[in-house]
Each structure stands twice: as structure tokens, then as C-alpha cells.
């Protein structure tokens, strides 16, 4: 089967082996790794080993914090305003979807928020450009969505806030090509997608953005006490910390980060290349801002969505339901979805278009 759900979504097959195998008795500790405390000897060292590989992976200087919390990325979007709009009241949001419109509703709870740009003229089908941003250089920190799954755009760029830090919702593709950590304040992830499974969310953080929590700020959700206890001033989210240090391994052996961009181009690439070409099925996002993650596409007539999504699944290929915002189909293909599923896709869009097309 090839599962393309936009998250919780497919996993290494290798990955998924190796927890079955050990499902019962962690290395000979006698333990599952659900039953293991999070202060013993044995969950401490998957911790540190999944904390070293995503610095690894990701190339995270020093100077950056990264936590292991609960909350997901939407507990994140009142989680980040808590944490650094204290520094000046008030800060500048990216408007590029469904998701960081979510973040900015929520982050108003907490202070000032400026919408510094908005792709609503192009209903969210492209990033603004970054001449045409408003940021406010008393800001707290600028907000984007590096990637919404929702609508299909990605940012293949990294845009510059000058001295006000960058804060990014990198949930759905994080671990997805090489980025460069310190031009980021602030990175947030729920590891559903590319990391591992739901319950885990990583946060990557400035040492210097932290201890200007606001006093209302749970401490479970300070930064600053949550880097102070190693991610373990409560219990941590332990088995997804486990699966997440296994993935993680597993793109470690595949190349890393470079792997993972080439695999992903070049899938993404087999599905654009039809869309582009078909008369039948389209996609309406600007080409230089097409999400290599999450690739929304519609059918020229919608009644035969369901007869689309019903052929697909007697194939083998499952969760291509599109987000009910945008309608129409979407295929998720995160770096765990292999080129085959892809092509498989394509050949069965194919055949379906002589068909009804
Ligand atoms: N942000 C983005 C970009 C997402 O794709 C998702 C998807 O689930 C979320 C936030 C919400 O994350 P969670 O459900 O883990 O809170």
C-alpha cells in the first residue's frame, strides 16, 4: 500500500521493522520502551541519541536549545507568542495558508500581531514576495509557515528579518533539504509527518530568545525551564521519542539531509510534470512556491472525485482525500514515501484520464 496522508503519515518501513522487533524487549533491558522510565539509564541514552542525530542531521549550532515537548505545532502557536512576544509586546505574521492564519488567530491572545504579508490577493496559491513584506523592526519576532500542508506552498528560500528573529512552523517539512539553522529564531515541528509519529513536538530555540516568558506561561510550555531540565521538567512524549531517534537513524543511513532534498525533487517532479501536461487534473499553485511535501491537485470534474479516490484505493494507494478547503485530491509524499508510490500514482491518474477525460 502507499499511504499518502498529509500526517500522521507513512513511516520507513525499515523503522517500523526494527520497533516490532523490539517491541517487547528493548535490547535485552527486559523492558518496552513505553515501560521505561524517562530518568533511567536506558530511555536517557535513546534521548541524547535522538537529540544528537536531528543536530547531526540538521546541522543546529550550539547556541540553539532543542526541546522534545507535547502540544503539538497548534499548542506551539500559543506556546511561541507566550515564550518571545514578551520582549516587545508585539509581532509580524506571515499570512500563507490555512495554517499560519491559525497561528496568527492564536498568537493574539498574547500581544500585538502585524500581518506583515498576506497571500490572500492569490488565495493563498503563492508566498508573497518578500519586497513586498511590512515587517516592523520592533517586531518580537516574525512568524512564517515554512511549508502548509493545507494549500500546497512551500518557501524554497529563506527570507531575511534583519535583526528580529525568525520564527517557522516547519511541521510538514522539516527534515525535508538541507536548511540553515542559525537564519531561523526559532524552529517548530509536530513530528507527524517526516519525524516520526504524533504526540512528539521538537522545538529548536536561540539560547538568547528564551527567559522572556510571559508570567501567565505554564511552566510544562517555558522553554526556558523545559531546556533547563533537558526536555524532562515532565514526562516527555518517550516512545515517540524513540521512533522519532529511529527515523532519524534511518535518513542518517539514506545520506541526510542532501538524500532526502534530491528524493524529494525528483518525486515531486514525476507528479508536477503530469499535472502540468494533463488537460483532466490541475494544480494552481506558482510554480517557484509548489510545496515538494504536500501537492493538492484537482479533477476537471469534482462528481468524479469520489470514483477517483475509490479506484485508487482498490490500487493500493490510500489517504488522497483533499483538505475540504481546498477540495479535490492531495498526495502527501513526505521523505518516507518512495518514488514507486509516485509513479504508481501518476500511472493510475494516467489511466484514469483516458477514461473519463
Ligand atoms: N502546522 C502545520 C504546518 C501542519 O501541517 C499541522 C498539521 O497537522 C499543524 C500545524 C498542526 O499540528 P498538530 O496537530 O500537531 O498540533
Known amino acids: 500500500v502507499f499511504n499518502f496522508s498529509p500526517g500522521p503519515a507513512t513511516l520507513p518501513e525499515a523503522v517500523l521493522r526494527q520497533a516490532a522487533d523490539e517491541m517487547l524487549d528493548w ?6 520502551v513505553m515501560e521505561m522510565s524517562h530518568r533511567g539509564k536506558e530511555f536517557i541514552g535513546i534521548h541524547a541519541e535522538a537529540e544528537s542525530l536531528l543536530r547531526e542531521l540538521m546541522g543546529i549550532p550550539a ?7 507535547q502540544g503539538g505545532a497548534i499548542g506551539e502557536n500559543a506556546i511561541v507568542p507566550m515564550n518571545l512576544i514578551g520582549k516587545t509586546g508585539s509581532a509580524d505574521y506571515v499570512n500563507t495558508g490555512e495554517w499560519s492564519k491559525k497561528s496568527l488567530k492564536e498568537a ?5 500581531v502585524s ?15 518578500q519586497s513586498e513584506w511590512k ?7 516574525v512568524h512564517i509557515c515554512s511549508n502548509e500542508t493545507i494549500g500546497g506552498v512551500e518557501y524554497h528560500w529563506t527570507p531575511d528579518t534583519g535583526a528580529v528573529p525568525l520564527v517557522a512552523d516547519m511541521s510538514s517539512n522539516i527534515l525535508s533539504r538541507p536548511i540553515d ?3 531561523y529564531g526559532l524552529i517548530y515541528a509536530g513530528a507527524q509527518k517526516n519525524m516520526g509519529p504524533s504526540g512528539l513536538t521538537v522545538v529548536i530555540v536561540r539560547e538568547d530568545l528564551m527567559g522572556h516568558a510571559l508570567p501567565i506561561t505554564p511552566s510544562a510550555f517555558n522553554y526556558k525551564t523545559q531546556a533547563d531540565a533537558d526536555s524532562m521538567y515532565n514526562t516527555p512524549p518517550t516512545y515517540a521519542i524513540y521512533i522519532a531517534g529511529l527515523v532519524l537513524k534511518h535518513v542518517k543511513e539514506r545520506g541526510g539531509m542532501a538524500a532526502m532534498q534530491e528524493h524529494n ?3 515531486a517532479k514525476v507528479l508536477y510534470d503530469y499535472l502540468d501536461q494533463s488537460r483532466f487534473f490541475s494544480n494552481s499553485v506558482a510554480r517557484d512556491d509548489r510545496s515538494l511535501m504536500n501537492v493538492p491537485f484537482q479533477l476537471r470534474d469534482a462528481a468524479l472525485d469520489e470514483a477517483f479516490l475509490k479506484g485508487a484505493q482498490a490500487k493500493g494507494m490510500i489517504q488522497l482525500k483533499g483538505h475540504r478547503v481546498v477540495g479535490g485530491m492531495r498526495a502527501s509524499i513526505y521523505n518516507a514515501m518512495p518514488i514507486e508510490g509516485v509513479r504508481a500514482l501518476v500511472q ?3 489511466e484514469f484520464e483516458q477514461q473519463h477525460g
Do not use: C, Q, W
Request: glycine content about 8%.
Open 27 to 32: 535490547h535485552g533491558s527486559g523492558m518496552s
Open 63 to 69: 547556541s540553539y536549545k532543542v526541546l522534545f515537548m
Open 265 to 267: 525533487r525528483a518525486k
Open 108 to 112: 493574539k491572545t498574547y500581544g500585538k
Open 348 to 350: 493510475y491518474m494516467k
Open 135 to 141: 515587517l516592523d523592526p520592533n517586531a518580537s519576532y
Open 181 to 183: 539553522v542559525s537564519k
Open 115 to 129: 500581518i506583515a504579508a498576506s497571500g490572500e490577493a492569490s488565495n493563498f496559491t503563492a508566498i508573497p514576495k
